[in-house]
């Protein structure tokens, strides 16, 4: 019994002068620990007569518990006073100067989409968005393609279970056409937009991705006529490729949501591998390559957007800022676009201080 109390009073001194916790895990170990003293003594009370049990139990339960209490409170003591001494340790300078500068850089994508929102601002055009998340009426209904039109089999478009209180099927935009006629109803005609952002579609290989970019562009005023089309495009192109001699070629072709309806084509050859956008597609060494599609918005759009095509007719265009982001710097890959390597962004991005400027140039490079 005397052993008990005196081990436990030498217990409790060297708890209590403990200094760091190494020293203090060391004696709980020591007591508590599998092998620890109290441990063993509580182990010897298996052996005994039940009288010998209920005199010796409360001594060895009393000393477990005193030890027990004295760790706990030793231990919260040398924690505060570590923290103490951490923080007069640690003191942060804010005013030196940063040991690493950012080593992010402007996407290719985004980079593009600067360019292409300064250029047609200096065209009076101002940037619109819409919603990735759409529902049918917007993307495909309101753009003259009813429920049964074949056009939104060839979408090939990602639904959600779910539909909207009014029982319109929820989908990811499958072009940014449907911003036309937001843009239409929420401020009437005349109107001068582009929309740039991403679009989705279930569709995958070296030069399609599941989500991708477009620009949509939408003229609405009156006598507004293909002309005006063809001008605003090349005017565009001349100025994003910063070249003069860009040739396009309106081509026939079908939109439900246009009519006429004209595919644009861009006269370029190939030079080391590598398609360079320039000249006639028709001149030696040329050809022509489609970058978006186009037209006169159809009557039937402009009524569904509550425009009047007696009064009102436009234009409207889509291309692919992807494609002529890799036409631009030289890309081969689209998938490369979305994979996140920051190696290939840090060969293909661009320095945030680059900002596009028809100043300073629309193509200058980090
Ligand atoms: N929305 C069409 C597409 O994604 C492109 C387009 C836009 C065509 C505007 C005509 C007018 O293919």
Avoid: C
Avoid at 210 to 225: A, K, N, S, T
Avoid at 260 to 269: A, H, I, Q
Avoid at 317 to 324: A, H, N, T
């Amino acid at each position: 019994m005397t052993d008990i109390t005196s081990q436990t009073q030498a217990a409790l001194a060297a708890i209590g002068a403990a200094t760091s916790l190494e020293t203090l895990e060391e004696q709980r170990l020591d007591a508590l620990g599998k092998k620890g003293w109290v441990s063993l003594a509580l182990k010897t009370l298996g052996g005994m007569s039940p009288e010998e049990r209920t005199a010796a139990a409360p001594a060895i339960q009393s000393a477990r518990a005193a030890i027990a209490d004295a760790l706990d409170i030793r231990k919260a003591a040398l924690e505060a006073a570590e923290l103490e001494a951490r923080l007069a340790r640690e003191t942060l300078d804010l005013t030196l100067p940063a040991a690493a500068s950012p080593k992010g850089s402007v996407h290719p994508v985004s980079q593009v989409m600067d360019e292409l929102a300064e250029i047609f601002a200096d065209l009076g055009f101002a940037v619109a968005t819409g919603p990735e998340i759409e529902d049918d009426w917007h993307n495909f209904t309101a753009l003259n393609m009813d429920e049964t039109h074949p056009a939104r089999a060839m979408h090939d478009t990602f639904y959600f279970p779910d539909k909207t209180s009014d029982g319109k099927d929820i989908l990811l935009r499958t072009h940014t056409s449907p911003v036309q006629i937001r843009s239409m109803l929420d401020q009437g005609a005349p109107i001068r937009i582009i929309a740039p952002g991403r679009v989705y579609r279930s569709d995958s290989d070296a030069t399609h991705t599941p989500m991708f970019h477009q620009v949509e562009g939408l003229v609405i005023d009156r006598d507004i006529h293909l002309g005006h089309l063809k001008w605003t495009l090349e005017t565009f192109f001349k100025a994003f490729f910063e070249r003069e001699d860009i040739v396009l070629r309106l081509r026939p072709s079908y939109f439900p949501f246009t009519e006429p309806s004209v595919e644009v084509d861009v006269g370029y050859s190939t030079e080391g591998g590598r398609r360079v956008v320039g000249g006639h597609g028709d001149a030696p060494g040329h050809a022509w390559m489609e970058i978006g599609g186009s037209g006169m918005v159809n009557a039937r759009v402009l009524e569904f957007a509550g425009v009047d095509p007696a009064e009102y007719q436009g234009f409207a265009f889509g291309l692919g800022i992807d494609r002529i982001a890799m036409l631009k710097y030289g890309m081969n890959d689209l998938r490369a676009f979305f994979d996140g390597d920051g190696r290939w962004l840090a060969h293909y991005g661009f320095s945030p201080f680059d900002q596009p400027t028809l100043s300073a140039g629309v193509g200058a490079k980090a």
